[in-house]
Nanobody, 114 residues
Framework: VQLVESGGGLVQPGGSLRLSCAAS????????MSWYRQAPGKERELVAT????????YYADSVKGRFAISRDNFKNMLYLQMNSLKPDDTAVYYC????????WGQGTQVTVSS
């Protein structure tokens, strides 16, 4: 299993970013996928989860209405569209597959600052 995140960066408050996760080494369309984040000094937290065919999604209360998780099962890609970003969204964002064992990407840094 390999998960490779990209798309992070520095953005001003109120701005937007789109994170991507390229998945390989497993049958992507067979599993729900998630985005997590970890801010400095804090525990890793679940941001959003999407079902295997993208029919439904779960969002943490802190991002509901601002973030949107999606996937492309033909391209084996997971996405996180982040709008109306706040300084509290600053964290390393991880793509995750949980199948009894937890698989993580290397993470991508998102910094929201003026």
């Amino acid at each position: 299993v390999q998960l490779v995140e990209s798309g992070g960066g520095l953005v001003q408050p109120g701005g937007s970013l789109r994170l991507s996760c390229a998945a390989s080494g497993f049958t992507f369309s067979s599993y729900a996928m998630s985005w997590y984040r970890q801010a400095p000094g804090k525990e890793r937290e679940l941001v959003a989860t999407i079902t295997r065919i993208g029919g439904s999604a779960y969002y943490a209360d802190s991002v509901k209405g601002r973030f949107a998780i999606s996937r492309d099962n033909f391209k084996n890609m997971l996405y996180l569209q982040m709008n109306s970003l706040k300084p509290d969204d600053t964290a390393v964002y991880y793509c995750s597959l949980k199948v009894g064992y937890d698989y993580w990407g290397q993470g991508t840094q998102v910094t929201v600052s003026s």
